[in-house]
């Protein structure tokens, strides 16, 4: 690049000789052509060390440099596509924990759900069953009562018809007599308290 540049500049300079002799009267040392030689020394000399310090020492910093970032942008790129591609397999990692976590905990649910009802079901059965149980076992026992509540029923009042009499009359009566009249008035009035 710097050569061409040389290059355009020595021709155009001697396009322009006249120019350069014409101007040469007028006093300018850099247009004389016996100073030329020397400046153009100069030139090579100030162009060729600005090329090698250029060329040798700071363009391969900056090319150094370009690179380096280059490839830093380059493993960012993939250290971030990569992150992505980890946060996306995590994303779904973490829907399918979810998923099944719901679909578990739907089925944990319906089955503790059935498991209370069939509890519920097995004590509602068994409390109707003793409810059962009871009631059939006060029915006997009410069957049993009436049974017996006559035969009680006329000892009581024979007892106590024996001990008022004998505290009215202040002798002790047959408790036969006594009895043949309870059970006289427990027949007559039986049908009415007793259902029989």
Known sequence: MIKKYFFQLVFLNLFFSKEVYAAESGGMPQLN???WISQIFWLILTFGILYIVLSKLILPKISANLELRKSQIQENI??????????ES??????KIISESKFEAKNIFKETREKALKEINVKRESLEQQ???EIKKAEKEINE???TAPKKINQIAIETSSEILKNLIG???NNSSISAI???LSKKNGDKYYGN
Do not use: H, M, N
């Not at 995590?90 to 829907?95: A, D, P």
């Open 33 to 35: 052509p016996e100073f």
């Open 78 to 87: 993939e250290a971030a596509e990569k992150q992505r591609e980890d946060s």
């Open 90 to 95: 995590k994303l779904k990692e973490y829907e």
């Open 131 to 133: 409810i059962d149980e």
């Open 145 to 147: 009562l009436k049974k």
């Open 171 to 173: 002798t002790e009566i």
């Open 182 to 184: 309870v059970d006289d």
